[in-house]
């Protein structure tokens, strides 16, 4: 499978999105990539019944789209990135299409407004909007609709205004293009639009830039800009994927209440369950290009009948379904045994100068905590909170202004140099991103074999075997040794991660965010296979989410990190169930998928 | 503000500086013998006496530094030496043959921009396939051609076979038009190179579908949006594209045989006149700095991500 | 998931994919038909002409494009197209010296820039800076004059002019190859900062430089050829490129195939070069 087929933006952290242009390029980035997952375990023709059926017939329905069909040249030939879609909306309902990467969900919606990127080319069906077949329109009067009729929220707010322009003249043009306002009104109006979508300071706002705004604040411009015409039809395009828990909640809330407000439909795309729960009425489930199920949401994430949909269901993180494993009987060693303790860990970053004299900022600020043998602890928080950078000082890759970080009582960060390598022999690292950890010209094998040869464990020989035999455990299949990393889609890449990180069999293995770039049916394999690997080697693991259902899933003890502070730190049940601090309670509240009656997940 | 004004010159004297001392490194340090360069090939004939007298003039028996120190003394106060040819002050001489080359680049400069960027908009612009290939693959062809090559041939077909413009001299416009065209050609390619690679990479961020998807049209993306951010980088390149207009004078004047700052170069370095050479790098110096500083400053102008105060 | 059945099983498919990469761009093919062709004229010139470059037959001059004359003749009667293919060879050799110099010189203080880090790099970069704003052909003319005329030394000469941008380019790949995240991981798991400079930086860092490279010999080319024409290179009867072109100089208004051929000749190769340069780009892209 390609390399195309995990979009980099889906993880959530938005550390490096500031000002850069993030690893995703929007659908045309991923477009190829969708190749590779067709065609394989869908049933065709499960699409047909339900749809039609779900339909009011008294209703007519906004939005029509009948056996639409996307396919995407390449240089090798064209593939097909949507084989069959039907999805329809009645006015002023809320509809979400739900999928991972590569299921056609973004590609249907673009397609919709006639938005497909280079390359993308309709290769059947309707798309009916007020009785009109869009796809049939002529580029001006598709233009008229656009903006007008139907308003789009995209998935990266932070790339997707034009960072020249001024917030207030951006929103203005929605208004101007269409000769609803023109000069000072289009201006007043820009900043009540702003106003209206929840944006403060609204008129100094729009003098701004969008590099003057956080990712939330764009995402809230974009809303403006999407609702500034009073659309009918509003496609939001996984609009808070891109953002912080906490953000994503009340963005999400706003737009809810404006599109009410209005009686404006929304069809809402999603890779999150969770999300399509708590927002949607009805639920588009697609998968590989089809739209496999479609149904009232109720009915489709509690009664699901599609065995897709099921799989999807199963995965899904959430506070109240499953463990990963239950918790394991056996307690061979004392728990009280510390191996790792970190004991007031400061870490200052200097800024520049400013009239007042030097300034710092202080990224990690007195943490302090324990792992002991065969636990895990986690350590949670959003962008910016400092867990990054307390992994990187416990590992001794950045040093600390001040704390010290022991294992089993030997201090790691001032030990000589021939200590501190074998001290780092015990602690490896399983990063976010397996796209960017593994060396593209180095084989499976060799990146498996590298923490071998730089301790000088064993012959070439015994080397390549304990590297297939690692491969073996991370449940790969032998032929992946002699594979580079592009051959290999995320999940099998961060397996590979994970096989290289035990190499040395070291006593802890510092996960940091290992899920977040995966989608959520992988998500629950790879913490499946941690679950494991730790039932068997007995290692401890350090892991670093944002995502406390994730972290539910595989913690003992869990320490919510906020601004550089430990504000709770405890086994994790407690204090998922009764949060002290509250901010931990705002990230527990901002888990989506709680709305429901019967939560999901409770289904396997 | 003057603050960021002052810091800029300061940075700007330095490169000069730095200029000179390359300049002096590369012209008086490398081997080769400067004796029989600043004799001007008369070493056969020269008696002891006279070779004593140049040595002592141009100070060659005073330690490097001494002479790396006097050379800096004089270019501060504005001296440059004299030609070995001529006798003539560097300085004047280099002024005598500025306005020429000057309204030489101006012109090429001007063509290329408009050439270039017309060029690029097109080919980004244009919905027709082989349209678009055509356009795109100019630049590269542009940029494959030799200049002096160029320039002939325009003569060649231009002035002889169509007896349009002179094909030499430096009289009056019309003389202009042919040079500027074989100068404007690599810089134009240039141009329209960056330019539609920028365009093309813009017109494929998320911010265009945001402007595509309010219903605003083609023309209007194209200009208004992705436009302003694509000049960024060729901007940047500005100093650069100047620095090499500049010199391709000195293939472009030697072809259609004008007076100016290029023919004097390819002449100082036929006779392997230094102190003209070194006074040609400076200027090249002075222009590069001075367009950087222009750009610099208009930077911020076009994008609001750059602060003044950096 | 497929199985591949040894190692051979996995190249073979690698050939064939190149060779049907070329197939499929016919620009690209002619390209590096074109480079074969110039390659071929600099090392068996007589396999492409078997007349003597130098010698001509006075009957036979200033006689336009024919059968006889592929390119035509000049004033002396000598055959265009023999000189041509024989002023290849020099050429050519200067072209490489040219690039050979930039890259080997800029490559290293590059590497040495971006890996030493500190004051070292500060001091380089800063000389870089400076140099680049000088422009390349004057520096060439520059050392030119301090070096004196001939191929050798305007090959030298062109070569020390690019030595700046390889150097700025190696440093940069250098930086973002050792900042990035496999090479942490490299680290974190203890591997020893000289396996790591040799085994992921200097690999990952090199493309970049070999497509520059690949683009530095159409430039080089153009340059050498430049002051050739200017009269610095080769003496006279010796066929060069550029010297071709100078000689042909004066003869415009009469013999137009004079210069003519020699600049298709410059332009196809260059042309050519900056393709494959491109080409190689592109896979480099896909690579990642």
Same mark, same amino acid.
């Not at chain 1, 901010?583 to 019967?598: C, D, F, N």
């Given at each position: ?170 929103? *203005?043009?929605? /208004? +101007?293009? @269409?000769? $609803? ?5 289009? %201006?007043? &109006?820009? #900043? ?72 404006? *439909?929304?069809? /809402? +795309?999603? @890779?999150? $369950? ?5 927002? %949607?009425? &009805?639920? #588009? ?75 710092? /900022? ?243 | ?310 | ?288």
């Amino acid at each position: 499978m390609s390399g195309g087929l995990v979009r980099g933006g889906r993880a959530r952290r938005s550390e490096r999105a500031v000002g850069v242009v993030p690893a995703v390029a929007g659908a045309s980035a991923k477009a190829p990539g969708a190749a590779g997952v067709a065609g394989a375990s869908s049933t065709p023709g499960a699409s047909g019944g339900s749809g039609a059926s779900s339909v009011a017939p008294t209703e007519a329905p906004l939005l029509d789209v009948r056996g639409l069909r996307v396919s995407y040249r390449t240089s090798n030939g064209s593939v097909d990135a949507v084989t069959a879609a039907d999805v329809s909306v009645l006015p002023g309902e809320v509809v979400a299409v739900v999928g991972e990467s590569g299921s056609g969900k973004s590609t249907t919606a673009h397609a919709i407004v006639g938005l497909l990127p280079a390359g993308g080319r309709v290769g059947a069906g309707r798309v009916l909007f007020e009785d009109r077949d869009l796809l049939g329109l002529r580029e001006r009067d598709l233009r008229a609709v656009r903006g007008r009729s139907i308003g789009l929220i995209p998935q990266d707010p932070m790339v997707s205004l034009n960072p020249v322009r001024r917030i207030g003249d951006q929103v *203005a043009e929605a /208004l +101007i293009v @269409h000769g $609803l306002a023109s000069g000072k009104e289009a %201006a007043e &109006r820009a #900043v009540a639009a702003l106003d209206e979508a929840g944006l403060p300071e609204p008129a100094l706002r729009a003098r701004q830039f969008p590099h003057e705004l956080s990712g939330g604040m764009c995402q809230r411009v974009l809303i403006a800009i999407a609702l500034a015409c009073r659309p009918k039809l509003v496609i939001a395009d996984e609009p808070t994927s891109a953002l912080d828990v906490t953000v994503q909640r009340h963005i999400l809330d706003h737009i809810e209440e404006l599109t009410h407000a209005h009686g404006t *439909a929304m069809l /809402l +795309i999603t @890779h999150d $369950l969770g999300v399509a729960a708590d927002r %949607a009425r &009805r639920v #588009v489930v697609m998968s590989r290009g089809e739209v496999v199920e479609q149904g009232p949401a109720e009915r489709v994430l509690t009664d699901p009948e599609h065995p897709y949909t099921r799989r999807l269901i199963a995965a899904a993180p959430s506070l109240t379904g499953r463990r990963v494993r239950p918790r394991p009987v056996r307690d061979p060693v004392p728990r009280t045994e510390p191996l790792l303790t970190v004991t007031g860990l400061v870490k200052e970053f200097a800024l520049p100068r400013t009239k007042e004299g030097p300034r710092t /900022l202080r990224a990690v600020d007195d943490v302090s905590f324990t792992v002991r043998r065969g636990e895990t602890f986690a350590l949670v928080g959003e962008s910016g909170s400092g867990k990054s950078t307390t992994v990187r000082m416990i590992l001794g890759l950045e040093a600390p202004t001040e704390g010290r970080v022991l294992i089993e009582g030997r201090d790691v960060t001032r030990p000589g140099r021939a200590e501190a390598r074998a001290l780092r022999r015990r602690m490896q690292l399983v990063y976010q991103n397996p796209y960017a950890s593994l060396d593209p010209r180095f084989t499976v094998s060799e990146i498996v074999e590298e923490p071998l040869r730089a301790y000088r464990v064993g012959t070439r020989a015994e080397q390549r075997a304990r590297a297939a035999a690692l491969i073996d455990q991370v449940a790969l299949p032998a032929d992946v040794l002699r594979r580079k990393p592009a051959e290999l889609s995320g999940g099998q890449r961060q397996r590979v991660a994970i096989a290289r990180a035990l190499a040395l069999e070291p006593d802890l293995v510092v996960c940091d965010e290992p899920v977040s770039a995966l989608d959520v049916s992988v998500q629950a394999q790879i913490l499946d296979l941690l679950s494991r690997l730790r039932e068997e080697l007995g290692v401890s693991y350090l892991f670093i989410s944002h995502d406390l259902a994730v972290v539910r899933q595989i913690a003992d003890r869990v320490g919510v990190l906020r601004a550089g502070r430990l504000v709770e730190k405890g086994a994790c049940e407690q204090v998922l169930a009764a949060p002290t601090h509250p901010y931990t309670r705002e990230l527990i509240a901002a888990i989506p998928g709680r709305r429901r009656p019967r939560p999901l997940g409770a289904v396997s | 503000m003057r603050g960021y004004l002052l810091r800029r010159l300061l940075q700007a004297v330095v490169v000069l500086w730095a200029a000179f001392t390359v300049s002096f490194v590369v012209l008086y340090l490398l081997p080769g013998d400067s004796l029989s360069i600043r004799l001007g090939g008369l070493e056969g004939t020269a008696t002891p006496a006279q070779i004593d007298a140049v040595r002592a003039e141009y100070g060659l028996d005073d330690p490097l530094y001494l002479q790396y120190a006097h050379a800096l003394g004089d270019a501060l106060g504005g001296d440059l030496g004299r030609s070995a040819q001529t006798g003539a002050p560097v300085v004047r001489t280099i002024a005598d043959a500025l306005p020429q080359t000057l309204a030489l680049t101006g012109c090429a400069m001007v063509l290329a921009v408009l050439g270039g960027g017309a060029v690029a908009l097109a080919a980004t612009f244009t919905r027709v396939r082989a349209l678009r290939q055509v356009l795109l693959s100019l630049p590269a062809i542009g940029i494959s051609m030799p200049g002096f090559w160029v320039g002939l041939l325009l003569v060649q077909v231009v002035s002889f076979q169509w007896g349009l413009l002179p094909a030499m001299g430096n009289e009056g416009f019309e003389s202009l038009v042919l040079p500027a065209i074989t100068m404007a050609l690599p810089a134009g390619a240039m141009i329209a190179q960056v330019l539609a690679k920028s365009l093309t990479t813009e017109l494929a961020e998320p911010y265009v579908e945001t402007a595509r998807a309010k219903g605003a049209g083609r023309v209007r993306i194209h200009l208004r949006h992705a436009l302003r951010n694509a000049s960024l980088p060729a901007l940047t390149l500005a100093a650069v594209v100047a620095g090499n207009l500049l010199m391709e004078s000195v293939v472009v004047e030697t072809v259609f045989s004008r007076a100016g700052v290029g023919r004097l170069t390819a002449a100082a370095v036929d006779t392997q006149d230094l102190a003209v050479v070194q006074g040609v790098v400076l200027l090249a110096a002075v222009v590069f700095v001075v367009v950087a500083l222009v750009v610099d400053l208009l930077y911020p102008l076009l994008d609001p991500r750059v602060g003044r105060t950096v | 998931m497929t199985t591949a059945t040894g190692f051979g099983a996995r190249v073979v498919p690698a050939a064939r994919g190149h060779a049907w990469f070329v197939v499929r761009r016919p620009g690209l093919l002619l390209s590096l038909v074109v480079l074969a062709l110039v390659l071929l004229a600099a090392v068996f010139p007589t396999l492409l002409a078997d007349g003597d470059p130098l010698v001509g037959t006075p009957r036979e001059r200033l006689q336009g494009p024919s059968g006889a004359h592929l390119f035509g003749t000049d004033q002396l009667g000598r055959d265009l197209f023999t000189r041509v293919v024989h002023g290849s060879s020099l050429s050519l050799r200067a072209t490489v010296v040219a690039v050979a110099v930039a890259l080997v010189v800029g490559g290293g203080l590059g590497l040495v820039a971006g890996f030493v880090g500190g004051w070292l790099d500060a001091v380089l970069m800063r000389t870089v800076d400076v140099v680049q704003a000088i422009p390349r052909l004057l520096l060439s003319l520059a050392l030119v004059s301090a070096l004196g005329f001939g191929t050798t030394k305007v090959a030298i000469a062109v070569g020390v002019a690019s030595v700046a941008s390889f150097a700025r380019v190696m440093r940069a790949e250098v930086l973002r190859v050792r900042s990035s995240v496999y090479v942490e991981a490299a680290r974190a798991s203890g591997v020893r900062s000289g396996a790591i400079l040799t085994r992921h930086v200097l690999p990952n860092a090199s493309g970049p430089v070999f497509v520059l490279a690949a683009l530095e010999f159409g430039v080089a080319i153009l340059s050498v050829s430049a002051l050739s024409f200017l009269g610095f290179g080769a003496p006279p009867p010796t066929p060069e490129w550029g010297v071709l072109i100078a000689d042909g100089r004066g003869f415009v208004a009469t013999a137009w195939w004079l210069t003519t051929f020699p600049g298709l000749v410059i332009a196809a190769t260059v042309l050519s070069a900056n393709r494959v340069s491109r080409a190689l780009d592109g896979e480099r892209r896909r690579e990642r």
